[in-house]
């Protein structure tokens, strides 16, 4: 029995998305692969679920599940706005963003309170969820970036914060920290 071959002759593979050294992370990098294709992320996150749950990656299971569960949540809530397509990517960016937030607010709880276990479970969380975003901005690169942006709208006081902070987040959905680029944002407008 011959059968045919994963890829054709002479067609380019990156083998960096397909092969992981890391066995706890390999399902995830065959499914979220460079360049990041936002408009797939939900069906990424359906074929991650099936694929850890065919590996019995339990963890790895349960977070899908969580991030799942709060998209139909956050979709319900804005069809009731009105909505009927529900959250747009920039949002689920977004909320995937938030559920990293509240987990690393949670470490930093758990381990103050001794629950060092509870504490890696929440980290492991984090690397799960951190799959499905882009690269993120951080520390130089959002400075450069923020007032790259500050210098494109013009502004020059407070008052233009919120039309700075709303084209920072069209711009850069789901990529940066926005709790952190508002307090960048307020120094260089200030």
Do not use: W
Request: with cysteine; proline share 3%.
């Amino acid at each position: 029995m011959c059968s045919k071959p994963p890829f054709a002759k002479g067609e380019s593979v990156n083998l960096h998305s397909m092969v992981d050294r890391n066995p706890d992370n390999a399902i995830l990098r065959l499914l979220v692969r460079e360049p990041y294709v936002l408009a797939m992320i939900r069906d990424q996150l359906n074929e991650a679920l099936k694929s850890a749950m065919k590996a019995r990656k339990e963890r790895t299971t349960l977070t899908l599940r969580l991030i799942l569960a709060a998209l139909k949540d956050r979709d319900i809530a804005e069809r009731g706005k009105g909505n009927s397509e529900g959250l747009s990517d920039s949002d689920v960016l977004q909320l995937l963003n938030t559920m990293i937030r509240q987990r690393r607010e949670s470490i930093a709880q758990y381990e103050s309170g001794g629950r060092v276990d509870l504490a890696e479970r929440e980290g492991e969380e984090i690397v799960v969820i951190s799959h499905f975003l882009p690269p993120q901005i951080e520390g130089e690169d959002m400075v450069k970036a923020v007032q790259a942006l500050v210098g494109e709208q013009n502004a020059k006081t407070i008052k233009d914060m919120g039309r700075t902070m709303s084209a920072l987040k069209e711009k850069y959905a789901g990529r940066m920290d926005f709790a952190k680029a508002s307090g960048v944002v307020k120094e260089l407008l200030a």
